[in-house]
């Protein structure tokens, strides 16, 4: 007993037939797929199925899992509100995987439920499932802004969960892929859309759950998928399991693509632990590049590591270059973990009587005191990538013409209100990109009139 098969599926309202009113008929083939699957759910006939949703309730830290005894929903909100289900909960699964989560320090809980009804990424799966199965109860989990390998520990989390339980259970990751196929589709065309599906079919199809690491925050955003996440925690639920996996199918003629997939257990394989392979190689890609690390750089490390591990602060290094001692300017130090952003603090002009105490100070605080992250643990310190950025002086202009994304820096000025966005990043391409992420910083309005500052840097990494 434990988990005897998983899924990935899409979640397209329109596939609902009282929904799609003869739309659905340009997507069969995912609709013959998705009885495939639902058939091959209800000949496993699961006592329990978890279903990953991004759908509902989401946190920037937390995996929100679904409370209580029961959830009912309807699609209403797809002009189709008589299609309604109820779904009864399992609160022993429930109740053993938070308890589990604790234990083992994984942010995901029963808290800070919004909404209670079922969301359609649950409710387009269980439409097929019902037909053919409905003696189950239901375990349901968001996702998170955290790491893709967090996700991965809840699969493993849910794996042991099931085991210990001894349930017959079945995992469902619930998620469309690119929506921006199409340049008539509902969100556009990106170049990161096909060639995302085309990587994530290939993948998936094979069950090669191990290159899910391989995609970056910024090509997944870039290529608008919303499922990534939830074929992660998936993947993390057969970690060290053999696998048959099979591709059914592929589609995407509204602009999104659909893929289905399944995977049945065949046993044990202690080989296909993807993630503790993947942070060996970052550890590896770490260490190895400690030598290439310049004074800036290292100075910020050995800054971090001092203060998470002893919550002392380092004293002024003697050697350093002597423009550190002698130079003041604004300084960023940035935080990066698995190619996610782990923690950035700066100061836009010198506060400091040199360089080296900026960055000693930046570090400090960009390690535990930026409120989008918890403050770094001793654990995580050999996975850090870590870079300073040396602000030079702001200068006042009068039109975005002036800036240059890979160039400049910007900053956006409304009375009380500024925002800055540092040159040359990962994933901001245009000067109207740059801009936004600036105003949205500070809370200023897409309309409202801003002072503009644009500025240099010299970037240590």
Not at 90 to 109: H, I, M, Q, S, Y
Not at 189 to 200: A, L, Q, T
Not at 209 to 231: I, N, P, Q, T, V
Not at 273 to 301: H, N, P, W
Request: contains cysteine.
């Amino acid at each position: 007993m434990g988990i005897n098969a998983a899924f990935m599926v899409p979640h397209p309202p329109l596939i609902i037939p009282d929904i799609g009113n003869g739309q659905e008929g340009a997507i069969q083939k995912t609709i013959d797929a998705y009885h495939e699957a639902a058939r091959r759910i209800g000949a496993q006939k699961p006592e329990t199925i978890v279903l990953i949703t991004p759908h509902q309730t989401m946190y920037a830290d937390y995996f929100h899992i679904s409370p209580g005894k029961e959830a009912k929903g309807d699609f209403g909100s797809f002009r189709a509100g008589h299609v309604k289900m109820t779904a009864a909960y399992d609160t022993e699964f429930v109740e053993k995987l938070c308890l589990l989560a604790e234990k083992r320090n994984l942010p995901a809980g029963t808290m800070g439920q919004r909404e209670r009804a079922l969301d359609h990424g649950t409710m387009v799966p269980l439409y097929f499932i019902n037909k053919y199965w409905k003696d189950y109860r239901l375990v349901r989990i968001g996702l998170s802004g955290c790491a893709l390998t967090t996700h991965y520990e809840l699969g493993q989390a849910l794996k042991e969960t099931a085991g210990s339980l001894n349930r017959k259970t079945v995992v469902i990751a619930s998620g469309d892929l690119s929506h921006r196929l199409k340049e008539d589709g509902p969100y556009g065309y990106r170049k990161e859309g096909p060639e995302y599906d085309s990587r994530i079919m290939e993948i998936m199809g094979k069950g090669d759950f191990g290159a899910l690491f391989d995609f970056s925050e910024d090509f997944c955003e870039k290529a608008g998928e919303c499922g990534h996440r939830s074929f992660t925690i998936m993947a993390g639920a057969l970690d060290k399991t053999k696998v048959e996996a099979e591709r059914l199918s592929y589609e995407g003629p509204f602009g999104v693509g659909y893929g289905i997939c399944c995977y049945k257990v065949c046993g044990e394989d202690r080989e296909r632990d993807f993630k503790a392979r993947y942070e060996q190689a970052e550890r590896s890609k770490i260490a190895g590049g400690l030598e290439l690390e310049d004074a800036y750089v290292r100075l910020a490390r050995k800054t971090i590591e001092k203060y998470v591990r002893t919550g002392k602060i380092i004293s002024l290094p003697e050697k350093l270059p002597e423009e550190m001692y002698l130079k003041k300017a604004g300084v960023f130090v940035s935080i990066k973990k698995e190619g996610s952003l782990r923690g950035c603090i700066g100061t836009l002009s010198a506060t400091r009587p040199s360089i080296a105490e900026e960055i000693i100070h930046n570090a400090v605080s960009a390690s535990s005191n930026d409120p989008r992250f918890a403050p770094v643990e001793p654990a995580e310190l050999d996975m850090l990538s870590i870079s300073v950025d040396v602000l030079g002086d702001m200068e006042k202009i009068d039109s975005p013409a002036l800036l240059d994304v890979k160039k400049y820096g910007v900053v956006v000025t409304k009375g009380r209100r500024r925002g800055l966005l540092l040159p040359n990043l990962e994933g901001v391409d245009t000067v109207e990109e740059q801009l936004a992420i600036a105003r949205r910083k500070a809370g200023i309005g897409e309309r409202e009139s801003v002072e503009l500052e644009r500025f240099e840097v010299i970037r240590h990494f």
